[in-house]
């Protein structure tokens, strides 16, 4: 019974943690429902020890020692929940540096650099995931001809006539309109992109039309971060 005791005191003792933060539990402030979390713990594991009598004594505080250590981690986690939170996201930036970290109070898209030494950026054109690489160098948002193809866009109605300088040399591109393009959250509405002939670009770039948009960009040695 001490340990079903126990148990039902963490589950009690995270909803008070969380609770206490939004500022009142059942009429008390937030300092005195922190106040009476101790005390509740005492007065159960006082409780749990009275209808356990038929444990031995070392068994009785192995029990209530793990309790109390998985309560002091639930404890530490909720407390440092902003910085645990962070470093998930910087994890997950390493594994998948395609994929943002991402605070909507702030209003920031974070990428990490990925292992060919750029922003790698997973983006949504019209609805469609689309890879494309960070490139200040572009005055405008390239788009492959297969990533046109896959957001929507007619590319048989396309006029290839503006010339552009690419990776591969130079090729031609024709000019369009994107009806949403959205990073990391931060999206935008009526981008002028173009789209280049097949095969004069390898990956689709994000460019000045979508950046200028923004409130600034920073990049720094391994972290590229985007503000709405």
């Not at 006082?46 to 029990?63: C, M, N």
């Not at 645990?84 to 650099?113: H, K, S, Y």
Request: hydrophobic content about 50%; glycine content about 10%; proline content about 2%.
């Amino acid at each position: 019974m001490i340990f079903i005791g126990i148990a039902l005191l963490i589950a009690v003792g995270i909803v008070v943690l969380i609770s206490a933060d939004a500022g009142s539990l059942a009429g008390l402030t937030q300092m005195q429902t922190a106040q009476m979390v101790p005390l509740v713990v005492i007065l159960i594991i006082i409780a749990g020890g009275v209808f356990t009598r038929r444990h031995k004594a070392s068994e009785l505080l192995t029990g209530v020692m793990l309790w109390v250590g998985i309560f002091g981690v639930a404890a530490l986690s909720y407390a440092y929940r902003d910085e645990i939170t962070g470093m998930a996201g910087r994890v997950v930036g390493e594994l998948r540096p395609g994929v943002a970290v991402v605070d909507t109070n702030a209003g920031t898209a974070t990428f990490r650099r990925g292992l060919g030494g750029h922003f790698e950026i997973s983006a949504n054109i019209n609805g469609h995931q689309t890879p494309m690489i960070f490139d200040t160098g572009a005055t405008a948002v390239v788009l492959t001809l297969a990533d046109a193809k896959a957001a929507g866009i007619d590319t048989d109605e396309l006029r290839f006539t503006i010339p552009v300088s690419t990776a591969n040399g130079m090729g031609q591109a024709a000019r369009v309109r994107l009806d949403r393009l959205e990073v990391g959250g931060i999206a935008r509405n009526n981008i002028v992109a173009f789209v280049t002939e097949a095969k004069a670009l390898e990956t689709s770039l994000l460019g000045m039309t979508f950046l200028e948009t923004l409130s600034r960009y920073s990049v720094t040695q391994n972290s590229l971060e985007l503000v709405n």
